[in-house]
């Protein structure tokens, strides 16, 4: 039997990293027999659609993996060649999946992919083998109404989703995945037959004493997060952390060596959430001779901890700001609790980002700062006691958060994203007036995956959000995306042009230089430029129109 997963090549990036999805589901594959499995990773230069159509030719079972919802314009096309050229061969039986965020919120983009046999929400390592045990009996089709995390299309015209307790419940909540987690990974090999893309998957920020590249790895060692904010949409599938052994990190890592490997990043959602397994997961990167970073949340990282992980390797930590406004991170749900405890957590806020930026920074730890543009804010009472409103923050808010990050941080990273409303998340799954629908282009809807995709939005009259190749200062945005309605070309414009002109002053007063995280076709066609002070330069707004 063979397994063709494909991977989708991302369009516009500000950051490196591996689609981990593709070695995970094929180690775990292989561990249940699954021998011929190929993986087709489309960001690899030596690879085409053209090569892809010609694997697919005599193979059982194709899907896409690891796909995030921004991705949807190029898994629309490439799902439905695949699907041609099948039927060329009188093939077009075999399942075509699709897997990953991309999933999410997925109706209105099955209902115009009928080529498409299913979609596959949550994790994948254990219902990936199901779904293979199934296409190996030939009983796929028949078994699909009880493969957990399916959801698919019906020969009736609903669309059905496949949870652990019943095939089809519309009172299933939409930002939970519907497959269970997957609690014990120690057995699979994450870098399970992967092919090394330098461009890809090395990060700048992890070089040898002289300057030189290192090979990079990606490693999660934890699944879960015990936190639920509302923009995004992985901390909202469980709360329950579970970690990865010491004896397969320590494993892994050895086989990692052998392949030339010699920095690791830790794709993890809190890093330090449990304090003595960070530290021993730390000691087991030193021994084993790796460079590495990973990322965390400023409420549950100290001093410390800090010295700790930099005298076992660490060189780079991150963890996302979002914003210093409490009325901000009030509206977002950046802490749990109570309402009266997650308006003393919200104003306690930016004397704890001021003391962990004084503490990286102490401790040898590059900083990076990094925001959230276009959010909105709540409005509180007299007393401050409640939340009686919500309304969209103002380029003055994101202007205020960010002199604040220049001047009292000092960080050596700055990079922004505009809020997207990635489906599977509160922030766009949340039907009626809610804290995001003064923000949100749908205003009271929620936001779909088929919001993501052309021919979605115009098959369905969706409301389109002003397209500007300026919109891509900001991390990883490409051109189809529901943006918040409180952010406009101007004001994304001046925002960055505020943050270079704080960076250029801070340089001439002889302070630290801070690093913009920019998209690299925006430096390659000189519309962003830095000179040898680290000083930033920006062409007019009209120049970024139409790239």
């Not at 981990?20 to 030596?46: H, T």
């Not at 697919?56 to 993996?65: E, G, S, W, Y």
């Amino acid at each position: 039997m063979k397994i063709v997963l494909i991977g989708e090549f991302i369009k516009h990036r500000s950051f490196n990293g591996a689609n981990k999805a593709l070695p995970v589901l094929a180690s775990s594959l292989f561990n249940a027999g699954f021998s011929q499995v190929l993986q087709l990773d489309l960001e690899r230069p030596d690879l085409t659609i053209d090569d892809v159509l010609n694997e697919v030719k005599n193979a059982d079972l194709i899907i896409f993996a690891g796909c995030l919802t921004t991705q949807w314009a190029e898994i629309d096309d490439h799902s439905r060649k695949i699907f041609r050229e099948l039927q060329k061969y009188q093939r077009e039986t075999v399942p075509i999946l699709v897997g990953g965020y991309a999933t999410k919120s997925v109706e209105d983009i099955a209902r115009i992919t009928p080529w498409i046999t299913a979609f596959c929400d949550g994790e994948g390592e254990e219902s990936i083998i199901e779904i293979a045990h199934a296409v190996a009996r030939g009983t796929f089709y028949e078994d699909m109404k009880n493969l957990p995390g399916l959801c698919f299309m019906n020969q009736d015209g609903k669309f059905y989703r496949v949870t652990p307790n019943s095939f089809y419940n519309t009172s299933i909540v939409f930002h939970r995945a519907i497959t269970t987690r997957v609690n014990k990974f120690d057995d699979i090999d994450q870098n399970f037959g992967l092919i090394h893309i330098p461009q890809v998957h090395d990060m700048d920020i992890f070089k040898s004493l002289a300057g030189r590249q290192l090979k990079t790895a990606q490693i999660f060692t934890q699944r879960g997060c015990p936190w639920g904010c509302h923009f995004c949409n992985k901390s909202n599938e469980s709360n329950h952390v579970v970690r990865l052994s010491a004896e397969s990190l320590r494993r892994q890592l050895r086989q990692l060596k052998q392949h030339g490997y010699e920095a690791v990043y830790l794709d993890v959602d809190t890093f330090t959430v449990h304090d003595q397994d960070a530290k021993r997961e730390a000691e087991i990167l030193k021994e084993e001779g790796f460079a590495w970073g990973s990322n965390t949340r400023i409420d549950k990282i100290n001093y410390d901890q800090m010295r700790y992980l930099v005298e076992n390797n660490c060189v780079y930590m991150f963890f996302g700001v979002e914003h210093t406004l409490p009325e901000v991170s009030l509206a977002s749900h950046k802490f749990n609790g109570s309402i009266a405890s997650q308006i003393k957590q919200a104003f306690d806020y930016q004397t704890k980002v001021i003391r962990v930026f004084e503490d990286m920074n102490k401790a040898g730890l590059p900083s990076s700062y990094f925001l959230i543009l276009g959010l909105p804010k709540a409005k509180l009472n007299a007393s401050k006691t409640d939340i009686i409103d919500y309304e969209p923050t103002t380029l003055a808010d994101d202007m205020e958060a960010i002199r604040f990050g220049i001047e009292n941080c000092h960080p050596d990273f700055l990079n922004f994203n505009v809020l997207r409303f990635m489906p599977g998340s509160v922030a766009a799954d949340t039907i009626g007036n809610c804290n995001y629908s003064c923000v949100r282009p749908s205003k009271k809807q929620p936001i779909t995956a088929g919001y993501f995709l052309p021919r979605t939005v115009q098959h369905y009259g969706y409301p389109l959000s002003q397209e500007h190749g300026v919109y891509r200062l900001c991390e990883s945005v490409s051109r189809y995306q529901p943006i918040s309605t409180a952010l406009n070309p101007q004001r994304v414009y001046d925002t960055i042009y505020y943050a270079m002109q704080l960076i250029n002053n801070k340089i001439d007063a002889g302070g630290k230089a801070t690093k913009l995280f920019i998209d690299r076709d925006l430096l390659a066609l000189g519309l962003v430029s830095q000179d040898e002070q680290g000083k930033y330069a920006i062409a007019p707004l009209e120049y970024f129109a139409n790239i």
